[in-house]
């Protein structure tokens, strides 16, 4: 399985769906809090070009938010995904 990161924040539900869905599919994910890490939010807002959390990296691709990760998953590509060779 391909290492899951995911940017978030404590008090965000979208973070917490996020995790929980990928958690569901059996992975645990690193979690990087940018709301207690300024410099961790530079390197999320560089990797991803997006101000907000959650930000989703399946290995090196970055997914993009919750409701991107959910569609991913709604359309039956989230465990190819999480899947794929490196």
């Not at 917490?16 to 990087?32: F, H, Q, S, Y």
């Not at 990296?57 to 409701?67: A, K, L, Q, T």
Request: charged letters at 30%.
């Amino acid at each position: 399985m391909r290492p899951v990161l995911v940017y978030a924040s404590r008090y965000c539900g979208w973070c917490t769906r996020a995790i929980a869905l990928l958690e569901a599919k059996g992975v645990t994910p690193d979690i990087v809090l940018v709301d207690t890490d300024r410099a961790q939010r530079r390197i999320m807002e560089e990797r991803s070009g997006r101000r907000t959390v959650p930000q989703v990296f399946i290995g090196e691709r970055h997914i993009g938010g919750f409701d991107d990760l959910y569609a991913l998953d709604a359309a039956g590509r989230l465990d190819e995904a999480l899947e794929a060779e490196q």
